[in-house]
């Protein structure tokens, strides 16, 4: 599902949070979360990649182990 995102170039009175809003419905703490997910999912996969590393001109296997 892809959300879109609309861009008000007014500010409103709501402030940022009316500016903001995503097409979707979700929300800044759902936005952050997925955020987080995202960030720690890559430092798993470069510690995957430290912990088994490819061989020189080698697909890095363990980044599909997830």
Same mark, same amino acid.
């Given at each position: 599902?892809?959300?879109?995102?609309?861009?008000?170039?007014?500010?409103?009175?709501?402030?940022?949070? &009316? !500016?903001?809003?995503?097409? #979707? %419905?979700?929300?800044?703490?759902?936005?952050? !979360?997925?955020?987080? #997910?995202?960030?720690?999912?890559?430092?798993?996969?470069? &510690?995957?990649? !430290?912990?088994?590393?490819?061989?020189?001109? %080698?697909?890095?296997?363990?980044?599909?182990?997830?």
């Amino acid at each position: 599902m892809v959300t879109r995102v609309r861009i008000s170039a007014a500010r409103s009175r709501d402030g940022i949070r &009316g !500016v903001f809003r995503s097409a #979707g %419905g979700a929300s800044w703490p759902v936005l952050a !979360v997925i955020s987080a #997910g995202g960030a720690l999912g890559a430092l798993a996969r470069y &510690g995957l990649a !430290v912990a088994f590393p490819a061989r020189p001109g %080698g697909f890095p296997w363990s980044t599909l182990a997830w």
